[in-house]
């Protein structure tokens, strides 16, 4: 397995742009987390998902983010419109519906977003 | 409220001297605890687990239920170990949400 993947890897935009972060889970892992990463605030978890249903969107910042997962492979973060104060590193992590004792997540690469 | 708090954003410590790096928890029940690393320009990496007691890379943390306490330690550093590190508690069960602290971002020197 390729373990999780996101793309794009760096994504440069003007505020007032839609943007719109991918990524695709490891194949069996059906929880799925997309977090934000800042130098002042660490990682904050957005929202996650359960069988491509949102479970906890309460970190989601405000009405310009949403998040969708159509079917098991896939899942997309969408900032419209994007704002300079959204630029951070996006990371998308998936893990087991009943993790064994001692399993983590498996995170992907990240999205670099910068938002001029 | 359930919280972490790694209370250091940097720790700089000199190679070859010990590390520990607090991670403090308040969470009715009994967490599982982890911690994440993330060395430079990469994704997280689970580093280890406290229900595994291992060693890894060096490292080893202690579960210290009276004091909430899930440190992160090295005794001897390590310009490698240069990273973000993460403290991340999770509730039993199939509610998998993990929670990570701000982090503290460990700086070796020579």
């Known amino acids: 397995d390729a373990g999780v993947i996101q793309s794009p890897r760096h994504e440069v935009t003007e505020m007032g742009q839609e943007v719109t972060l991918r990524c695709k889970p490891i194949s069996g892992h059906d929880y799925l987390f997309w977090y934000r990463q800042t130098m002042m605030r660490g990682l904050e978890l957005l929202i996650y998902f359960n069988n491509n249903v949102p479970i906890d969107d309460s970190g989601m910042p405000e009405d310009r983010f949403s998040a969708k997962m159509p079917n098991a492979s896939f899942s997309t973060l969408k900032i419209q419109p994007s704002e300079p104060r959204d630029s951070a590193v996006y990371f998308c992590a998936s893990s087991l519906t009943s993790p064994g004792i001692g399993d983590g997540y498996t995170f992907g690469s990240g999205t670099r977003l910068t938002v001029v | 409220a359930q919280r972490v708090t790694q209370p250091e954003k940097l720790l700089s410590v000199f190679k070859g001297a010990p590390v520990e790096l607090k991670c403090n928890y308040s969470?009715?029940?009994?967490?599982?605890l982890f911690w994440y690393v993330q060395y430079s320009r990469q994704r997280l990496q689970l580093l280890l687990r406290h229900i595994s007691r291992e060693s890894i890379k060096g490292f080893t943390a202690d579960l210290n239920k009276g004091e909430t306490s899930f440190h992160l330690k090295k005794p001897f550093a390590q310009e490698e170990d240069s990273a973000m590190y993460y403290c991340a508690p999770r509730l039993g069960g199939t509610a998998s949400k993990l929670t990570f602290g701000t982090g503290t971002r460990l700086q070796v020197t020579l």
């Open positions: 969470y009715s029940g009994s967490p599982e």
